[in-house]
């Protein structure tokens, strides 16, 4: 008789013995695989994922920052167009090199951190979430603590210097205001309605910025008229912006304006070859999600991606431009260490004691408590680990990652660091435990070397799983109970101004205001009720309480004294 074979189906690929064999490690059992029902390759896999979307921070927070010509030193900065003398057509580029210094500080932070910064929240606490340079605190970086985003090099990197400082000390104060445990307590003073509806405000606002053309696949545009509007038009139809004067005819720049990029759809709509190519990666993740295909988000990106880095195509990142020829020669290096000259520990304190530092750190304050809180709630809601009081497993220990990679990001010159929300793709693909983020710094510290590649990530390749993990971060709009008012104003609120304003914090604002303000009468009348109105009740009841008391001291009076004539 032939000897039977063993089933393909009994037998353990190596995935499954990897998983089986980390699972019952101390590495298994510290990260409490088990527990939350995930395994080695899908913390891996979610990590992976979480990468790929936000690899574009690399290059675009460093781009955003330098634009401003607050990282430029005086040899290598020329005058951004802030002089109106100067014209348009000579209006200079920034100057690569700071460029290349900002690119390497957020691959450099996770090495640099140790087991905080990016990878913090994962051998502390077990967390899944990551942190980076979020974009739109880069507007905040430039407005209140530099100035205007125009001006030389010289005024521009005084300016920088004077804005760390109060990057510093924010982060600082947020680490004693955590180590009290203040901001937990703050985050339960949030009305539910809001708390529940963060979440798909988030949503909208990762599908808002997977729509534009800085970080997504460009279907969105900008309107002079409506503000946005159908764009994804060809590059060449695209044309940049600028506060101009005229006089006398001559055409100059308003003094300390500066060019926008090029934003504005002069025709063409929807013939841009990349947002088709965007869409194509948007279709295949949409398609591996309805079919539960694991590493869905990384099919998609790296498919887009891959196809991009090929030159003379209609959807080349590297176009014959200048500004491509200079990205095809770095990418072709693709490995590539640049040393931080010009921004890691350049401080100052000579203006510490002017309003305008105090402005700075307070903004950054408020705005960044109130982001992080937020973007935390809500992913640990998103991975279903709240429990019944609303809190997570090892929220003290987020909070103090967040704030002290916020001091770390400022001294190495860069916007601060905080909780990303980019998280959600991880979450999507089943990271559940500290090692999806420890992943994400693994690649990090790889970037350290691979910065050419990993910042050639196309945009339109990063948009589509950001539009998706928005559509699966709305679901829990089902929460809200839209049949009372009371709740369903705020709660629609707070997921409107969230992606409109380009910010978590102010979407939070808007809904804890309109709650407030909303349930303010509710509350009045309950505080007339429990202190006028009983009070005047008690003291009626008192007054009659010692009326009746007199009346039947009266009676009995009467009572004695007809006794006592009876006696005589």
Known sequence: MAQLQPSPSREHSLAARLNSLVAQSRVGKRFKLAERNTNFTTELRAGTATFLTMAYILAVNATIIADSGGACSVADCTPLCSDPKT????????????????VQVPARQPGLRGVRGTHAPGPHRRHHRVLAHRLHCNGRVCEPSLGPCSGHGRQRLLRLLRGRVPRVGFGALQNRINAVGFRAKLAKLVPKPVRVSSAAGIGLFLAFIGLQSNEGIGLIGFSPSTLVTLGACPRNKLTALAPVLTIN???SLVPGGSVSDKILCSG?????????LGLVGFIIIAYCLMKNIKGAMIYGIVFVTVISWFRNTPVTVFPNTELGDA??????KVVDVHVIKTTAGALSFDHMW????????????????LDTTGTLYSMARFAGFLDVNGD??????????????????????????????????GIREGGRTGLTALTVAGYFLLAFFFTPLLASIPPWAVGPPLILVGVMMVRCVVEIDWDDMREAIPAFVTILLMPLTYS???GLIGGIGTYLVLHTWEWGEELVKKYVIKGNLKDISNSNL????????RVVDHHQEDDKANEV
């Open 392 to 425: 997570f497993e090892g929220q003290y220990f987020a909070f103090m990652a967040d704030a002290s990679s916020i001091v770390v990001g400022s001294l190495l010159g860069t916007s601060p660091v905080t909780a990303f929300i980019e998280s959600s793709t």
């Open 504 to 506: 978590i914090a102010y």
């Open 354 to 369: 002017k309003a305008a530092f105090w402005e700075a750190l307070f903004t950054f304050l408020y705005v960044d408590i």
């Open 546 to 553: 010692i009326a009746n008391a007199n009346a039947n001291g």
């Open 327 to 332: 990205g095809y020669q770095y990418f072709k």
């Open 268 to 276: 063409n709509r929807m013939e841009s070859p990349t947002l088709w």
């Open 87 to 102: 014209p348009l057509a000579h209006c200079p580029a920034h100057h690569p090199h700071p460029t290349r210094h900002l």
């Open 249 to 251: 005819g001559t055409v």
